[in-house]
């Protein structure tokens, strides 16, 4: 039957080109105008063990990588072991595996009974035959899985072309050789005895992009002056992005010893004029935090990207978890006021990153961008017009306070003001010295230990969140208005909340959904339209001790509402499923009867 | 062109020190000043950046920049400071304990990117601030707070940590000395490249009053015929630790961490104006 959204799983070795495979794969629907959403993964080792994605291609709009696998590609079943508790296969799936494995049949965990067919196909030998190498076996894949399930096949000669033009015109030939063997040998050893054929119109080229390159971009957009970080897992791909585009804009890049020497260098740039920002994950975030404390009291503009991994401490780093909310909230001694903004898709991340720069430097406050794993390295189709409508990007808006020469006569850098923001100089502007400190201090700058002083200046620094929540409000909802049942979810968990909510909306339950951008603060207004309807909410998060449903309840008086709770705090290592997200729904709507 | 002649006194704010007296942050701070006045930087182009510790307090008696940040991170704050504006003169101050204990992880790696700041370290071999507990510079057998029964732990030798980890500039200066030391300060910040000062300081109130006798007692300014660029000659120099030798141990200029951001910009840029960041969008094209 012909369907125009399709879910295919590949894992193999290291060596496979399992990744370059997918993406060659998604790249091709994304050049036909199809969306697509690719998720890779791999073992603890991160460098050269096994590696698997999941390849989702869809004629119309997609939130998620798929529940559910139409097509298992297997070049490697030893590999596949170490995936086989992260995929679900739809019933009637189809194998693709390679004929030379020599791994025993009977040992593959999988209910054959649910399998409609199983192609084997040497692709080893066939590249070596054709295309002369090894290497070139992955492609022998894509032309034989490109054959058996009618996928764009002429775009995927294109995205090969593209991904091998740079290489001598041999590579190219023996890949292109390499594709229609794949095809061919389909062809000539097998008639098709399944029943999945994709078929689609074409449509506008999409762009392809990864929510750690969105990140990196948005930064650059915003006009940054200066990052400096130190390599971890899953964040590095922002600032190896930066590291190459950063010094043809005249910006600075840095690669640092450790995330203290990150952080404090940024806020040293950033007390010298210029827009910084750094980007970390796990162990990394846990060392920043004094210093994102020392941004909030010298009141100087940062921006901090943690795409969260599973933790606590080494955790798993290639997985992804949302449990480092409280940390970006109230993490850093003291009274510390920032700004926590989460990003929920690859799109998103391009978004919240120039909010977060405009933030940062009009309310000269620290901004947390809380990302995670499951954004920061998928890959997605995305929307370009998205990208150049953007409403913040003004670097005219996107400018500090400085004082006037009036000012400058009597200069106090913490002057108290009603918004909480001050003017404020930087080296090199005449007549505007000052002293900047982690020590509190008085409006001239000069160390305090006065207690009213502390008092005014926490005032201060707070009314810069009481500011930021009247001027935005950046949040998501899905569903009709007047629901019972509600969702409220934060970050990558929105695209499973989106779908489940589409979904239970489809088939006649009342359901919606809340997703807020800005964590902190507290956007108070939409919540208190959202909640009006509401009867029983499920408050999903991937954080097993339920964070983000405690801070909530520091906030929403569900009580005062009559709502009732359901939590539904997973684990990290995998992303919430469409379904466990549309299950747990339909046990409340049934409870609530929500449903028509 | 600069016309205003600037004095010491141009670059002294109205804050008053806290130290105690006879303390030898004072002769260090009026060291910098006159340093800072040889030079005719003007003092909104001087950001001085501090960690935590009596010495660190030094920032807010400055008329210039001034950033008292967090406890040993001196080095990472005035690095973002400088990189901010290539054209600052970014001088980072703190004590024994900010540089060499928490500190001590982020001098490698401002000495090997050779990062164009000074660091002076204001050494008195005491927590001062904390109230006399032992730090990594205090001496063998020293009683403290934390060292009742005598320091056992071995002091890191600062001049030969410095040398060894490729600083281009290694000077000793000693706060019962201000003219000479204001020499030995307008020549580290003269110099183009990471240099480090250790400034003797004494603690009268934590160390006594003979900290002070015993450094005048030991030290003695280098022979002029000592060549700082002679590395072994330097670590001779650093490894007597009886005779404090005070001057330019250690001398040798190699490109800094400002050619370097202008070379990487320069060859990122090609000879063109880089196009409007969305146009790089083309990059994500499938």
Known sequence: MAQNDIVIGIAGSGGDGVVSAGEILINAAASDGLFTFMLKSFGPQIRGGESSVRARISQNPIATQGDRIDVLVVLSWKDYMRFRTEMDFRDNFVIVSDADDKFPEEDIPIDMSRVKAWYKIPFGEVAKNTAGSLLAKNIVMLGAVAKLFSLPSEALEQSIKKKFSKKKAEVLESNLTALHAGSDYIKDNFTKDDDISFSYEKGEPRLVMEGNEAIAFGALYSGIDYFAGYPITPSSEIMQWLAAEMPKYGGVFMQMEDELASINAIVGASFGGAKAMTATSGPGISLMNESIGLASMAELPIVVVNVQRVGPSTGIPTKTEQADLMQAIWGSHGDSPKVVIAPSDVEDCFDTTVLSFYIAEKYQIPVIILSDGFIGQRKESINPERFRSMKYGFKKVNKRLTPTAAQLKDFRRFKYTENGVSPVTWPGMEGGEYQAAGIEHDELGWPTSDVDIHEKMNVKRFAKHDRIKEEFEFVRTYGPDDATVGIIAWGSSKGAVKEAVQKANAEGHKVAAIIPQIIMPFLTKPFEKFLKTKKHIMVAEVAYAGPFRRYLRGFIRFGDYGIKITPYSVSGGAPFSVEQIYDKLMEICKEEGCSK | ?286
């Open chain 2, 1 to 286: 062109m600069e016309t205003k002649q600037f004095t010491a006194k141009d670059y002294k704010s109205d804050l008053k020190p806290i130290w105690c007296p006879g303390c030898g942050d004072f002769g260090v701070l009026n060291s910098i000043y006159q340093a800072l006045a040889t030079l005719q930087v003007p003092p909104h182009k001087v950001a001085v950046v501090s960690g935590i510790g009596c010495s660190s307090r030094l920032p807010g008696y400055m008329n210039t920049y001034g950033f008292n940040s967090v406890h040993g991170r001196v080095l990472p704050v005035a690095t973002g400071a400088k990189m901010a504006n290539l054209d600052t003169t970014v001088i980072g101050v703190g004590g024994d304990g900010d540089g060499f204990s928490i500190g001590s992880g982020h001098i490698p790696h401002a000495a090997r990117k050779n990062i164009d700041i000074t660091y002076i370290v204001m050494n008195n071999s005491i927590y001062g601030l904390t109230k006399g507990q032992a730090s990594p510079t205090s001496p063998l057998g020293l009683k403290t707070k934390t060292t009742m029964y005598g320091n056992v732990e071995a002091p890191i030798n600062p001049v030969r940590m410095m040398i060894s980890y490729n600083t281009s500039f290694v000077a000793r200066a000693f706060s019962g000395y201000p003219k000479e030391s204001a020499e030995i300060v307008a020549r580290a910040i003269a110099h183009k490249g990471f240099s480090f000062v250790e400034f003797l300081s004494p603690c009268p109130t934590f160390m006594g009053r003979e900290q002070f006798t015993m450094i005048r007692e030991q030290a003695s300014f280098i022979d002029d015929s000592h060549d700082p660029s002679d590395e072994v000659a330097a670590f001779d120099i650093a490894n007597s630790e009886d005779q404090l030798k005070l001057g330019i141990i250690y001398h040798k200029n190699r490109p800094t961490y400002t050619d370097f951001v202008r070379q990487i910009q320069k060859e990122a840029k090609h000879g063109q104006v880089a196009p409007p960041v969305i146009e790089l969008l083309k990059m994500f094209e499938p």
